[in-house]
């Protein structure tokens, strides 16, 4: 149980193209889903936090307007990467929740997006 | 502030061998959650252990054992008899309960296992 699909798995495209990535929740209904970034033998680094029905609350120092996040249902949030650049390729991770703060966090198998 | 320190970057070991993951957490809460988990070199994020505050109870799970101790603000993991399977990195996370009740997870910044045959 608890399965989190992150689609599409990997990215390539050329630079000002916007990227959209969705994260799903196949068996549970996802409350909050956490949008992550990692750099190449980095640690995870929160970008939001979206909860569904409601705007998304970001991280200090994220673009809200460059990473749009948009949680419509208890089993879809989707990061639009608005008029990509180089910098911002990188691995994408979603996470979702089901229930209260103390559970854990379920990811996705990530998106490894490339800007040329 | 709450914060997660892996002082472990890297570790190799053969197989067979037993190695243990340190962590060790700072925070300001009274009650908190720990979590590890283990992110292999497809990428995923694989769940493995979430333990609150006031369970100080050792926990093992097959060749997994966790060793909580609120005294020393650690929650290391051992790995018994290790597997080229487990080469993997290992995240250790905090659950911070103070930032509006979004339980976010405060991260480590993961160590590097390698186990060689």
């Known amino acids: 149980g608890a399965v989190v699909s992150q689609h599409p798995s990997w990215v390539i495209c050329k630079s000002g193209t916007s990227v959209k990535i969705e994260c799903r929740s196949l068996?549970?209904?996802?409350?909050?889903m956490f949008w992550y970034r990692q750099f190449p033998k980095q640690s995870l680094m929160l970008m939001a936090t979206?909860?569904?029905?409601?705007?998304?609350?970001?991280e200090q120092g994220v673009e809200k307007d460059k990473f749009l996040i948009n949680h419509a249902s208890l089993t879809l949030s989707t990061l639009t990467v608005t008029s990509a650049h180089p910098e911002d390729s990188s691995f994408y991770i979603c996470?979702?929740?089901?229930?209260?703060?103390?559970?854990?966090?379920?990811f996705g198998d990530g998106t490894r997006l490339s800007i040329l | 502030a709450q914060k997660v320190t892996q002082a472990q970057t890297e570790i190799s070991v053969v197989e067979k061998e037993d190695v243990t993951l340190d962590c060790v957490y700072e925070t300001r809460d009274t009650t908190y959650y720990l979590f590890w988990y283990k992110q292999p070199p497809s990428g995923e994020l694989v769940f493995l252990i979430r333990?609150?505050?006031?369970?100080?109870q050792n926990e093992i799970s097959g060749r997994y054992s966790w060793n909580f101790q609120k005294s020393t603000s650690s929650f290391n993991f051992t790995i018994t008899a290790s597997q080229v399977v487990d080469s993997a990195v290992y995240f250790c996370a905090l659950s911070d309960l103070f930032s509006g009740n979004t339980g976010k997870l405060i991260f480590g910044q993961g160590t590097t296992l390698q186990v060689k045959p």
């Open positions: 996470s979702a929740r089901v229930g209260s703060q103390n559970q854990p966090q379920h």
């Open positions: 979206s909860n569904e029905g409601s705007k998304a609350t970001y």
């Open positions: 068996d549970f209904q996802a409350t909050t």
């Open positions: 333990r609150n505050s006031f369970d100080e």
